[in-house]
């Protein structure tokens, strides 16, 4: 971002090739049912549990409900301190 030529990465130079482009404008975040359409990449059968750790308890457990009228098993909206034995 700062037009560097050359970065240091673990003590060692590297050439920037990459062009680096800020983008102000878009969020980072998926929503709901960019969300659910990822899930669709995977086996229901083959995803053991799915864990949900990000975001507000109002968003994620209507997700988590979804999620599971999806068909995926183990869906889960850890507590703070839960433990879960994998």
């Known amino acids: 971002m700062d037009g560097m030529e050359e970065v240091n990465i673990l003590g060692a130079p590297y050439k920037v090739k990459a062009e680096i482009v800020k983008m102000d404008y878009f969020s980072a975040h998926a ?3 960019g969300l ?3 899930l669709t990449f995977s ?3 083959k995803l053991k549990n799915i864990f949900l750790v990000h975001g ?3 968003e994620t ?3 988590m ?3 599971k009228s999806s068909g995926y098993k183990r869906v889960y909206y850890p507590k703070k301190g839960e433990v879960f034995e994998l």
């Open 31 to 33: 929503d709901q049912n």
């Open 36 to 38: 659910l359409n990822y």
């Open 43 to 45: 086996k229901k059968d």
């Open 56 to 58: 507000e308890e109002e």
């Open 61 to 63: 457990i209507p997700l």
């Open 65 to 67: 409900e979804k999620i």
